[in-house]
């Protein structure tokens, strides 16, 4: 346990140590999801001609960062497959959103305490609410050739969406 005059000085340390790294947080990059990973993209073929593609972004991934990267994998699914042409037979984008309460002001390290058995005191100190949002896309798509894709209005060429989409590479190490 910290003398009491210490609490101030850890509290400015963890506060600038949560900064330092808010600082440092980054969208999620284009990549695939691997085990143990919230980010990144999936996909899975469904049948001859049809996958599910997802992209699951960070709390600092834009929602239309999150969308443009599943349109990518699309594309790039759909190249991989033999196809040239893709449509959505399903589409949507997710909005998780967290709400986190962080106890502030003097009463946290002072006189307000943790009961186990039934949690702060309800005089206890004030909270900030924070809320993060992390966005989830997703899609089915059917795989088209160009004699299907001709004749379906709503079909996406997947050479053009990859030139007009690519991400830009990774800065320098």
């Not at 990549?31 to 469904?46: C, E, H, K, V």
């Not at 600092?60 to 449509?87: I, K, Q, S």
């Not at 966005?135 to 050479?159: C, G, H, T, W």
Request: hydrophobic share 40%; with cysteine.
């Amino acid at each position: 346990m910290l003398a009491p005059r210490f609490r101030p000085l850890a509290r400015s340390a963890l506060i600038l140590s949560l900064l330092v790294l808010a600082g440092c947080a980054t969208p999620a990059p284009y990549a695939p999801m691997l085990p143990g990973q919230a980010t990144g993209y999936t996909d899975r073929q469904l049948s001859d001609n049809r996958w599910r593609v997802t992209f699951t972004g960070n709390s600092v991934t834009p929602r239309e960062t999150v969308e443009n990267d599943l349109l990518l994998r699309a594309a790039e699914v759909t190249l991989a497959a033999g196809g040239t042409h893709f449509v959505f037979d399903t589409r949507d984008t997710r909005a998780n959103t967290r709400y986190d309460a962080i106890p502030t002001g003097p009463g946290y390290y002072g006189y307000w305490r943790f009961h186990p058995r039934w949690g702060y005191d309800p005089f206890g100190p004030p909270v900030d609410i924070v809320s993060t949002t992390k966005f989830e896309s997703y899609a089915e798509i059917v795989v088209l050739n160009d004699a299907q894709a001709a004749r379906e209005p709503k079909s996406v060429d997947a050479r053009a969406v990859i030139s007009h989409l690519r991400p830009p590479p990774p800065p320098p190490v």
